[in-house]
C-alpha cells in the first residue's frame, strides 16, 4: 500500500535557525512528492516538488527538500527559519497505482517557530 | 490570476440535512479534485474529475456523498442526510493536465459542521 508518513506532530525552533520537517514515503512505480503549507483557516499553498533529476529541490519561500530513494524520504528544509513559517506542513506522493494523479497525504506536521 | 474559490467559506447544519458545496477551477484547469481534511488529520481524497472522462469516485465515503462537474468548470458536492462525523474541511483542487507531474492548487475550503 501507499503511504506518506510524518513522524513529527509538531516541530520547535528559534527564529534563524535552520529547520527540518520529517518525511518518508511508500510507493509503488516513480516516487512524485510534494510539500504543501497551510495557514490557518486557509488552503493548502504549493511549495515544491519531486518529479526525477536532482535530489535537491528548491521551492517557494526560501524552503527545499532533500529526496533520498535509499531512504525513502523527502524532508523539507529551511536554512534559517521565520516566525511566519509558523504553519501546517503536508508531505503528499502521488499514488502511483491510478491514473488520476491523486495526491496521498501525511497527518502534517506543525512548525512553531519562536523570536 | 485567480485561484480556486469555493463557496460557502463555512457551513452550519443540523443532523440529517442535504448540504451543497461548490467549486470553482482555476479557468483552464481540466482536472479537479475534492478531499476532506477532519480535525487534526490529512486530507482524503474524495473524488476526480477530467474533461468529460468518467469521474474517479473511488474515494467516496458512502452513498451519501456525490459530485458533479459541469464539462470543465463548476464542481458541486452534495452531502445527502448529512451526519456529525462529516464535519470536516472540504477542499477543492484544480490542476492542468497534460504536464508530465501536474500541481495541485487547493481553494480555501468549506468548514462544514452538522450538529
Known amino acids: 500500500a501507499q503511504s506518506v508518513a510524518q513522524p513529527e506532530d509538531q516541530v520547535n525552533v528559534a527564529e534563524g535557525n535552520p529547520l527540518t520537517v520529517k518525511c518518508t514515503y511508500s510507493?509503488?512505480?516513480?516516487?512524485?512528492l510534494f510539500w504543501y503549507v497551510q495557514y490557518p483557516n486557509r488552503g493548502l499553498q504549493f511549495l515544491l516538488k519531486?518529479?526525477?533529476?536532482?535530489?535537491l529541490v528548491k521551492g517557494s519561500y526560501g524552503f527545499e527538500a532533500e529526496f533520498n530513494k535509499s531512504q525513502t524520504s523527502f524532508h523539507l528544509k529551511k536554512p534559517s527559519a521565520l516566525v511566519s513559517d509558523s504553519a501546517l506542513y503536508f508531505c503528499?506522493?502521488?499514488?502511483?497505482?491510478?491514473?488520476?494523479?491523486?495526491?496521498?497525504f501525511g497527518q502534517g506536521t506543525t512548525l512553531q517557530v519562536k523570536p | 490570476g485567480a485561484g480556486v474559490s469555493q463557496s460557502p467559506s463555512n457551513k452550519v447544519t443540523e443532523k440529517g440535512k442535504d448540504v451543497e458545496l461548490r467549486c470553482d477551477p482555476i479557468?483552464?484547469?481540466?482536472?479537479l479534485y475534492w478531499y476532506r481534511q477532519r480535525l487534526g488529520q490529512g486530507l482524503e481524497f474524495l473524488i476526480y474529475?477530467?474533461?468529460?472522462?468518467?469521474?474517479?469516485k473511488s474515494g467516496l465515503p458512502s452513498d451519501r456523498f456525490s459530485a458533479e462537474r459541469t464539462g470543465e468548470s463548476v464542481s458541486t458536492l452534495t452531502i445527502q442526510r448529512t451526519q456529525q462525523e462529516d464535519s470536516a474541511v472540504y477542499l477543492c483542487?484544480?490542476?492542468?493536465?497534460?504536464?508530465?507531474?501536474?500541481?495541485?492548487?487547493f481553494g480555501p475550503g468549506t468548514r462544514l459542521l452538522v450538529l
Open positions: 479557468s483552464g484547469h481540466t482536472a
Open positions: 519531486y518529479i526525477t533529476g536532482d535530489n
Open positions: 510507493v509503488s512505480g516513480n516516487p512524485y
Open positions: 483542487a484544480s490542476s492542468l493536465r497534460g504536464q508530465r507531474v501536474e500541481t495541485q492548487y
Open positions: 474529475f477530467q474533461g468529460n472522462s468518467a469521474p474517479d
Open positions: 503528499a506522493v502521488r499514488d502511483g497505482a491510478s491514473n488520476t494523479g491523486k495526491l496521498i
